[in-house]
């Protein structure tokens, strides 16, 4: 799938559906005589060493040739001062109620204006890796941000002649332009203390102002990138999918849901001992196809923590760049990196594709289970959910904790409970649309879903041997799921250690609690935001069932 960047001139004007005053106020200045186009990674590289600030380890890039770049390339380091997280409160969306589009537009007209004495970089890269799903995206960005434009060609596809062949061969979106990312990390308002991060995701565009961290460049693009794939026929995932290749021929493709820190990466790249033949779609972000259950992923490269890699672990031998994380120098007078979080919370990094060494972009087989990584201490290990209602309405309030990723605002207590439906806090469209389309999913498509609780149950930590125990029963067919209590619709695998008490008061009492906790989170969607996250009458009715069973 193509988006549009050229126009007849008899289409260009308000009888366009792509045009839009902020999509226009957005692309204009990528067409200013201050800005300079970077057409390849090895440029973006080159201007990224060379900023000030930047940190050229001497820990080479594995196999830079296969990425891109030239053979003695190294790892680049760039930290962000006090910014480690992205900021939900930032984000602002066009067509939401309360959000005043000229008021937006203004605003970002003026931070426009404001970078007319700097030089401009504008880059070009693909988002989606198959002909199937591919859009095209443009990141603008002043310069001394030359490392964040880096990191932004890595983690999606920057252009070569293999992709741009491919995007030539994809099917064409009706009235779906280009995406365009204007960003000014050094822009400050005093409406906005922790930045504005401004979305039109009915046109393709997005102003990224006062962020300097590369998350928000990455979610940003994701976002507008989910808002299309929402729009064609496809489920957007904020998740990781895996397929095993079964010795007795079978293949079981799994696909995880959940926020940084719920174990989602650890799921989708964990190798089981090596007992499995194992394929990665990706571990953050594809889509689905409602049509044919088939996927594609969104981008080549990884963006992940650096927090459980101490510097001698293999895995760190496909850094690419590192962000938000110390440096020091080694016995041989070499310049490491300081992993481990030990000076901030949330230090990343963006990693090559040749992490995973069985990595594709497509799964042609459509996915057979989705597990929902929760963190909710009333739940066991693992959970298997029957009705469609019920499966989707339970990814729709998908229980977690917030993590070192986000930057909360003043008052936001860091320790409670919340609710992220489908684990994704980047959409931009009515949260229905995920509802049906995961509903159907599991009613139409036959998808197994389960709930894996990835922190406590109760006092207990769940640990990562636990899951992945669970999973590779489930995955091999021996799982015993029998029925829970009086529950119609949830079935459980007992897990020794594990195993909830029914006729434990306090114990029902906190499970109802959580259950009417995401019943009031649904009957709120009928109010919020002017009710644009309504959700249908038989996603309440489904949790209502449950509290109703639980005596």
């Known amino acids: 799938m193509a988006t549009q960047a050229k126009f007849p001139r008899e289409q260009i004007g308000s009888n366009n559906p792509i045009f839009s005053q902020i999509r226009t106020t957005i692309e204009t200045p990528f067409y200013g005589n201050n800005v300079v186009k970077v057409t390849s990674l090895k440029e973006a590289y080159k201007l990224a060493a060379a900023s000030p600030g930047t940190i050229v380890t001497d820990m080479p890039v594995y196999n830079p040739e296969a990425i891109g770049l030239d053979s003695d390339a190294k790892v680049l380091l760039f930290n962000d001062g006090a910014v480690s997280g992205r900021a939900a409160s930032a984000r602002k969306i066009i067509g939401e109620p309360g959000v005043n589009t000229a008021e ?26 198959h002909e ?53 990390p050094t822009w400050s308002h005093p409406d906005h203390p922790m930045g504005l991060t401004c979305f039109d995701p009915e046109h393709n565009c997005a102003a990224l102002l006062g962020m300097r961290y590369f998350g928000e460049h990455k979610k940003g693009t994701l976002t507008l990138a989910w808002a299309i794939a929402n729009r064609n026929g496809y489920a957007s995932c904020h998740g990781g999918q895996k397929r095993y290749n079964l010795a007795d021929g079978r293949k ?13 990466s650890t799921i989708t790249h964990a190798r089981h001992n090596d007992k499995y033949d194992i394929t990665v779609l990706h571990d953050d972000a594809f889509v689905i196809s409602t049509v044919d259950g088939s996927s594609v992923a969104l981008e080549p490269a990884y963006f992940d923590k650096t927090q459980d890699y101490p510097l001698t672990f293999e895995d760190n031998k496909y850094l690419l760049t590192v962000q938000n994380n110390g440096a020091t120098v080694d016995e041989n007078g070499k310049v490491v990196i300081v992993t481990e979080d030990i000076r901030n919370g949330n230090g990343r990094a963006v990693k090559s594709k040749l992490w995973s060494p069985n990595r594709v972009d497509k799964f042609d087989e459509p996915v057979n289970a989705i597990f929902w990584l929760m963190k ?5 290990p693992v959970v298997k959910l029957k009705g469609a209602e019920l499966a989707s309405v339970m990814g729709a309030t998908l229980a977690t904790k917030r993590t070192t990723a986000e930057r909360l605002a003043p008052g936001v207590d860091p320790n409670a409970l919340v609710v992220e439906p489908y684990a994704n806090p980047f959409r931009t469209y009515p949260l229905a649309d995920d509802y049906n389309k995961f509903k159907a999913l599991f009613q139409d498509r036959n998808v197994d879903c389960y709930i894996l609780n990835t922190g406590s149950f109760l006092d207990k930590k769940v640990t990562p041997a636990v899951t992945l125990g669970v999973l590779e029963a489930i995955i091999e ?21 594990y195993v909830p008490d ?35 009458d038989d996603a309440l009715a489904a949790l209502k069932k449950v509290v109703s069973e639980l005596k």
């Not at 030089?119 to 988002?127: D, G, I, L, Q, W």
């Not at 008061?505 to 996250?533: H, N, P």
């Open 132 to 184: 199937d799903f591919m859009v095209k995206a443009h990141l603008l960005i002043p310069e001394g941000q030359e490392n964040i434009m880096y990191s932004w060609m890595l983690n999606f596809q920057y252009i070569t002649d293999e992709y741009f062949n491919m995007y030539q061969r994809s099917k064409k979106l009706e009235h779906e332009g280009d995406i365009y990312v204007f960003s000014d």
């Open 104 to 129: 937006y537009a203004l605003k970002i007209s003026e931070a426009v204006y404001q970078t007319r004495y700097k030089k401009m970089y504008h880059a070009e890269v693909y988002v989606g890796l």
């Open 252 to 264: 079981f493709v799994a696909g995880v849901f959940g926020l940084s820190g719920s174990g989602k």
């Open 376 to 380: 909710d201490p009333t739940l066991p």
């Open 502 to 536: 029914l006729n434990d008061a306090e114990y029902v009492d906190q499970l109802k609690k959580r259950m009417e906790d995401r019943i009031r989170f649904v009957e709120s969607r009928a109010t919020e935001k002017g009710g644009f996250d309504k959700l249908p």
């Open 477 to 497: 067919g021996t799982a015993n799921f029998k029925p829970w209590g009086n529950f119609s619709d949830i079935e459980i695998m007992e897990v020794e250690g």
